[in-house]
């Protein structure tokens, strides 16, 4: 199955709602008046695409509706998926596509960290490259363990501390494996809870600083965001970003969710390019992220005019 089919149907209640907001609307009729725009930047906002995002969406089209004279709102509507497409940040793409990497997988428990970095070092290692799995989740002894059934999982190679071990010395361990095996994707699992939330942000900002210091090649963080959370996930990836300066967001759970317009929020106001998604439990359940295909999942086509 592809990316569209896989997130349309995890998508088909954001949609739904999307359209019944929309149809409201239209019954009014088809004028571009400040009601229409008020009621779309709304209905955008309620599919939990963040109000900034909302906001520029708007504008945006506002805008071309003068410059190209657009008749209605169904013109207007014609537009929308482009102009969800193009809100999401851009880039990213060297993150995992290119040279090597060490990539530093950070967000709060159960979000999906371990579970994405099984499925990105399968990936990786059908795509040919040599992976290694750190385990810096170092808070419970069962987090390691299940990143070593990843590994197994994956058949890469994987490297350990026991349980309470300081999680940055895990990750000059990982490093010198790394250099010693001639890897060239090293990908880095985090805890995601520790005492209080301060905590997690002073060991991970250690960790990250550590790893860019002793690292022969380029580090990047990457926030692990699971997409049932909507707008708390906003609120998280705000705070990781401001500690670890992000280098882009894997957005998980997309297979059965009605709020995935979050991908867009924290995509677009923390310009963080979504560099895949998470739709399934199982080692296969992960995509490489289409803007426009996920603008046709989360709103849908407005094909009816009234
Ligand atoms: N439906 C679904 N479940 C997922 C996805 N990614 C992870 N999970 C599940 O979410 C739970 C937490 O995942 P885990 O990787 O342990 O999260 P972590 O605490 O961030 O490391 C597990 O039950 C996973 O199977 C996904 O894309 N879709
Ligand atoms: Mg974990």
Redesign the pocket.
């Known amino acids: 199955m592809g990316f569209f089919d896989r997130i349309s149907e995890g998508l088909s209640r954001s949609r739904d709602k999307f359209k019944e907001q929309m149809n409201v609307l239209l019954d009014r009729g088809p004028d571009l008046d400040d009601e229409f725009w008020d009621g779309l930047e709304e209905t955008l906002i309620l599919s939990d695409v963040g109000a900034s995002a909302a906001s520029t969406i708007v504008e945006n089209l506002r805008d071309q509706a003068t410059r190209k004279a657009l008749p209605d709102a169904y013109a207007v509507l014609d537009l929308l998926n482009d102009q969800i497409a193009d809100t999401f940040a851009e880039g990213g793409e060297r993150v995992f596509d290119e040279d090597a990497a060490i990539v530093l997988f950070v967000?709060i428990?159960?979000?999906?960290?371990?579970?994405?970095v099984g499925k990105i070092a399968k990936e990786a290692t059908d795509a040919g490259r040599h992976v290694l799995l750190g385990s810096a989740d170092t808070f419970r002894a069962a987090a390691i363990e299940?990143l070593e059934e990843w590994a197994r999982r994956a058949d890469v190679e994987i490297c350990t501390r026991e349980r309470g071990s300081d999680p940055a010395s895990v990750c000059y361990d990982t490093i010198e494996r790394a250099e010693s095996t001639g890897a060239d994707l090293v990908l880095v699992d985090t805890a995601?809870r520790l005492h209080t939330s301060a905590d997690l942000m002073r060991e991970l900002e250690k960790v990250v600083n550590v790893v860019r210091k002793r690292a022969n090649m380029p580090v990047y963080t990457v926030l692990?965001t699971d997409a049932t959370t909507g707008q708390n996930g906003l609120q998280q990836a705000r705070e990781f970003d401001r500690a670890l300066d992000l280098d882009g967001v894997v957005v998980?759970?997309?297979?059965?969710t009605a709020k995935g317009g979050i991908a867009l929020a924290v995509s677009h106001e923390l310009d963080l390019p979504v560099l895949k998604i998470?739709?399934?439990?199982g080692i296969d359940?992960l995509k490489d992220f289409d803007a426009h295909d996920f603008a046709r999942a989360l709103i849908g086509d407005f094909d009816k005019r009234a």
């Open positions: 967000g428990n159960g979000t999906g960290k371990t579970t994405t299940q995601g692990v998980t759970k997309l297979d059965g998470g739709v399934g439990e359940d």
